[in-house]
């Protein structure tokens, strides 16, 4: 009797489990329905974004709303800084495999006041973690509407600033490994802003919207409105248009300005003197860039006008050296007033290439190919007879006076690989600067004679084409220490001639960037 009153609660004891299993499991179905109903609401309230979330050191949480009448997307964000090595900020984002696209919005601050360095961004980061490598158009409090990047994870954050100041609409396109800024002012076309980075991207990696407040106990709001996400076709093998750009670099910070940018080629930026602007050549003639940007004034060089990238100021500023070929289609030097005028033929030999002015304004070195050998030469400015400094096997080339005229630095590939050199002013004591595994070109040294900034191309590069990826590099001639001052993609072109302002605290360069139509897939 005993055993059979036990097998009758034994059964009772199973149906209880069972029935609870299946409750159990029921409730687990029901929550799992919830959850993947939630995450597709969540994913449909952000619109062309699948999710959100803070990125780095956050107290105080952010928040996105999107309205889909009007494209428009309400981000919060705090944070201390998104700059150097600093990640902080809140992220609305998509993950994506690759290809061409282009992100474009309005974007404003709904509250006045507030943190002249707070960011609203159009970002492309390659991984959520803070210290990624990533690239922006950040649109700040104060205006300033830059392009930012970090190349690799755990570098410092660099920018390019745009002549923009609070432009009604930004884009940031990426093409293969490019990344280009694009501005409008109200109720116009987006227009190509000059600042660009060459940033590979590897897939999967991350786009999206982002705020950080510059205060990590405040929470700001940013507004971006009309915002449009474009996956492009991808671009013809040589296919686009050129975008030459003129900008400046500081070397205290390395933070680079657009002062010029048009689809057009331009090269070899002198800096003016007096600061009232830039000296470049174009389409065989000498152009001066007003230093705010704005179209070029052609300088009257009379004859030459085949005038190459390599030209110079006087010390006084009045004058200037040129390399020109409208002589019998080779190079020779002259000499024209700034203010433009009849050239003066300085080398009766060519071709003949202009690269400096001594201190006192007596002397040109020029580098000249002789008996097909390429060497470092020296002339009166008023001309009469060359003087041959090197004579070593192979191209020497670029030579440049230091400030207080006792050398003369230039760059050789007597070694097998280019790089800078330097010798007194009458060519002797040759010794070798650099011992990298660049190819380095074109040293310009400072005013002040405390720098020395060049030109290096991988090792793999011959010569100094154009289409390069290239970095600017910076020397201390008082402690010997060198430091990356600017990557851009350009090469021939770029920097070929002296190009530090006046005060000696920055450079001017041109870079380079294909641009194609932004048709949609």
Same mark, same amino acid.
């Given at each position: 009797?005993?055993?059979g ?15 609870t ?12 329905g919830?959850a993947?109903?939630?995450a597709?609401?969540?994913?449909g309230?952000?619109?062309?974004f ?8 956050i ?28 990640d902080?900020?809140?992220y ?9 696209l ?21 970002m492309?980061r ?11 158009v950040a649109?700040?409090?104060d205006?300033?509407t ?6 690799e994870t ?17 884009a940031?396109?990426?093409r ?10 109200k ?14 991207m ?9 705020v ?5 106990d405040?929470?700001e709001?940013a507004?971006?409105?009309n915002v ?9 093998a040589?296919?686009?248009t ?10 205290a910070?390395?933070d ?21 602007g ?5 389409d ?15 300088i009257?060089?009379?004859s030459a ?10 010390p ?5 050296a040129?390399?020109?070929g409208?002589?019998?289609?080779t190079?020779?030097?002259y ?9 003066k033929l300085?080398?009766?030999? #060519? ?5 400096? /002015? +001594? =201190? @006192?304004?007596?002397?040109? %070195?020029f ?25 070593a096997k192979?191209?020497d080339?670029?030579p440049?006076?230091?400030p207080?005229?006792a ?6 590939e007597?070694?097998?690989h ?10 002797s ?14 040293p310009?040294i400072s ?29 201390s ?10 990557k851009?993609f350009?090469?021939? #072109?770029t920097?070929?001639?002296?190009s /530090? +302002? =006046? @005060?000696?605290?920055?450079? %001017? ?13």
């Amino acid at each position: 009797m005993r055993q059979g009153v036990s097998q009758v609660m034994e059964r009772g004891w199973d149906r209880l489990r069972q029935g609870t299993l299946f409750l159990l499991g029921l409730a687990m179905l029901v929550g799992l329905g919830e959850a993947a109903c939630g995450a597709q609401q969540a994913a449909g309230t952000l619109g062309i974004f699948s999710a959100q979330s803070d990125v780095g050191t956050i107290l105080h949480g952010g928040a996105a709303q999107y309205d889909p009448a009007t494209r428009r997307y309400l981000v919060s964000g705090s944070g201390d800084n998104t700059w150097f090595r600093a990640d902080d900020l809140y992220y609305v984002w998509k993950r994506v495999d690759g290809g061409d696209l282009r992100l474009a919005a309005d974007i404003a601050f709904p509250r006045a006041g507030g943190n002249a360095h707070r960011k609203a961004m159009l970002m492309v980061r390659q991984s959520l973690d803070a210290g990624s490598a990533y690239v922006d158009v950040a649109w700040h409090g104060d205006g300033l509407t830059s392009l930012q990047y970090r190349n690799e994870t755990g570098d410092v954050t660099r920018e390019v600033r745009t002549t923009a100041s609070a432009p009604a609409r930004v884009a940031i396109t990426r093409r293969g490994d490019f990344f280009y800024v694009s501005v409008a002012g109200k109720g116009g076309a987006l227009e190509n802003s000059g600042a660009a980075m060459k940033l590979p991207m590897h897939g999967p990696f991350y786009v999206g919207l982002a705020v950080c407040s510059h205060d990590k106990d405040v929470v700001e709001q940013a507004a971006f409105s009309n915002v449009e996400w474009t996956e492009l076709h991808s671009a013809a093998a040589g296919a686009g248009t050129l975008v030459s750009t003129l900008e400046t670099v500081p070397i205290a910070s390395t933070d680079r300005s657009v002062v010029y940018t048009t689809s057009a080629h331009f090269e070899a930026p002198n800096w003016l003197h007096d600061n009232s602007g830039f000296l470049v050549n174009q389409d065989g003639h000498l152009e001066r860039i007003p230093a705010g940007g704005g179209a070029p004034q052609t300088i009257d060089t009379a004859s030459a006008k085949r005038c190459n990238n390599d030209h110079g100021l006087s010390p006084d500023g009045n004058r200037v050296a040129l390399s020109d070929g409208s002589l019998s289609g080779t190079s020779h030097v002259y000499t024209v007033p700034l203010a433009g005028g009849t050239p003066k033929l300085v080398t009766t030999e #060519g071709p003949s290439y202009f690269h400096g /002015w +001594s =201190p @006192d304004g007596r002397t040109l %070195a020029f580098t000249g190919q002789r008996a097909g050998e390429f060497d470092i030469y020296t002339i009166p400015t008023e001309g009469g007879t060359e003087t041959r400094l090197t004579t070593a096997k192979g191209l020497d080339d670029g030579p440049e006076y230091t400030p207080d005229g006792a050398y003369i630095y230039f760059n050789s590939e007597r070694t097998g690989h280019m790089q800078i050199w330097r010798m007194h002013a009458d060519g002797s004591a040759q010794e070798q600067v650099t011992q990298d595994e660049t190819n380095d070109w074109f040293p310009h040294i400072s005013p002040d004679g405390k720098w020395m900034v060049f030109l290096a191309y991988g090792p793999e590069v011959t010569g100094h084409p154009a289409g390069k990826d290239v970095t600017l590099q910076l020397v201390s001639l008082v402690t010997g220490k060198k430091s990356l001052l600017a990557k851009l993609f350009g090469g021939q #072109g770029t920097m070929n001639v002296a190009s /530090w +302002s =006046p @005060d000696s605290t920055k450079v %001017a360069f041109v870079s380079y960037q294909m641009t194609v139509d932004e048709t949609a897939r």
